[in-house]
């Protein structure tokens, strides 16, 4: 039973790695479509989407086989819930990579926008941290996940310093309020990447430690607000 167990396990692991992949290849390719201006890619996104959802639901129900058939405890259990949570964030990073291609297939069809802000920096930023997140999932390093937890603050202030920015050219400029509403929901889809690429990577400390740290660093958030009022 141990035997088909540790099989079982490892096809999940396969199977989470693969869907990973997915995800991060639409992200590219929707920030591609962004940076390039290629309405073509966003297609190709979209149709990405519908693999990634199919590959969730089927890997939700084999977690769920798995379950049922071998009934397992300890570190095998708390392997298969991080995977069943993983998978679903990575379903989300694929709709809001979709969100965005749509943006950018919006966007190209306008003219450029100047900002005096890093879009580009931001979108690095948070496809570097998705990575990191999918690479502890891979080596299962709790010290790399903690790292990616850590920045996700950076990601928080880029959406946040992104948003004052275009508020601000809006307002002098009405001309640019389509075009600065679609970056600004573009911000805000990249800030929520990274709040799933923060998720895996929370994950992934439970299932090597046993450790949940989710809500953590919010609610150390929660109580510095409070101390400061």
């Known amino acids: 039973m141990s035997k088909h167990l540790q099989r079982d396990l490892g096809r999940l692991r396969e199977e989470i790695l693969t869907l990973g992949g997915l995800v991060e290849g639409s992200l590219d390719l929707a920030v ?48 298969i819930v991080a995977v069943m949570k993983v998978n679903n964030d990575l379903e989300r990073v694929g709709d809001l990579a979709c969100n965005i291609a749509k943006r950018a297939k919006r966007l190209a069809q306008e003219p450029p926008l100047e900002l005096p802000f890093d879009v580009v920096g931001m979108v690095d930023k948070v496809k570097a941290m998705l990575r990191s997140a999918l690479y502890c999932l891979v080596e299962l390093d709790p010290r790399k996940a903690l790292q990616v937890c850590e920045a996700d603050d950076e990601i928080d202030r880029c959406q946040r310093d992104l948003f004052r920015v275009l508020e601000e050219q809006m307002k002098q400029d009405p001309a640019t309020v389509s075009r600065g509403i679609h970056l600004l929901s573009i911000g805000r889809h990249l800030e929520r990447i990274g709040d799933h690429a923060t998720n895996i990577a929370e994950d992934v400390i439970f299932m090597v430690e046993g450790d949940v740290v989710r809500h953590r660093k919010r609610s150390k958030g929660a109580a510095d607000a409070e101390a400061s009022e």
């Open 32 to 79: 591609r479509s962004l940076v390039e201006r290629r309405p073509d890619l966003a297609a190709e996104v979209r149709s990405r989407d519908r693999v990634i959802d199919r590959r969730e639901v089927d890997l939700e129900e084999e977690c769920m086989k798995v379950l049922a058939l071998h009934q397992p405890v300890a570190t095998d259990l708390r392997f």
